[in-house]
């Protein structure tokens, strides 16, 4: 079945540090890829996303490329604030059976010091 | 333009009694998800309803839960009896069409705890 492969967390780094987490996904179909943020104490919100190979998401300096060949969908800033901890979740969502579901990675947690 | 509303945001009972959760989507989203959410875990679709058509139940345990969108707007979740197994962050979610490109806006969720 189709699933999602997070970096482990948490994630521990010093303000204006570059952030890099991991994602790598398995699916039958040719998936969109999405990556939400939990802030705490609110609910799930979409941080970027892309549609096809290639494609590159970018959003609040955050960015991440569709990269089919290696089934990745890595999240990059290059440089954190205090105000970007929080959690982070990698998502797909094909066609077919399964239309418009999201299959979610574990999350990683991300605590900047200042 | 107002986001997901979901009631109440915490919940506590006992185990074997009955609870139900509250969502109102965004206006004009055809499209609802309920997902359930454990600790240290990513949400996972329980259910989705494209106007008041549930399409996809397939992970809804049947036995204890049951959902529902009369008007094809405003839905609920109902659980009956809760298990402790059950304690967890019940999320719901709205988006305008139903296509895997489409982006899902969440609500706060429900926090359920089940003693």
């Known amino acids: 079945g189709d699933s999602v492969t997070q970096m482990e967390g948490p994630v521990t780094l010093s303000e204006e540090a570059f952030l890099t987490i991991n994602c790598t996904y398995t699916a039958t179909g040719y998936p969109s890829l999405f990556w939400y943020v939990q802030y705490p104490g609110e609910g799930l919100q979409l941080l970027l996303k892309?549609?096809?190979?290639?494609d590159k998401g970018s959003n609040k300096g955050f960015e991440a490329t569709y990269r089919k060949e290696t089934t990745s969908f890595h999240l990059e800033k290059g440089s954190v604030q205090v105000s970007d901890s929080a959690v982070y979740f990698c998502a797909l969502a094909i066609g077919g059976t399964s239309y418009g579901k999201l299959t979610f990675g574990q999350g990683t947690i991300l605590t900047v010091h200042p | 333009e107002a986001g997901v509303v979901q009631s109440p945001r915490y919940k506590i009972i006992e185990k074997k009694q009955p609870v139900a959760f509250w969502c109102n989507p965004i206006s004009g989203h055809n499209t609802l998800y309920w997902y359930l959410q454990n600790l240290g875990q990513g949400p996972e679709l329980l259910i989705r309803?494209?106007?008041?058509?549930?399409?996809?139940d397939s992970q809804l345990p049947k036995d204890r839960f049951s959902a529902e969108r009369l008007k094809g707007v405003d839905s609920t979740l109902k659980i009956q009896p809760a298990e402790l197994g059950d304690s967890a962050v019940y999320l719901c979610?709205?988006?305008?069409?139903?296509?895997?490109?489409?982006?899902?806006?969440f609500g706060p969720g429900t926090r359920l705890t089940v003693l």
């Open positions: 309803y494209e106007n008041e058509e549930a399409v996809d």
């Open positions: 892309a549609t096809k190979a290639d």
């Open positions: 979610a709205s988006s305008k069409g139903g296509s895997g490109t489409d982006t899902q806006y």
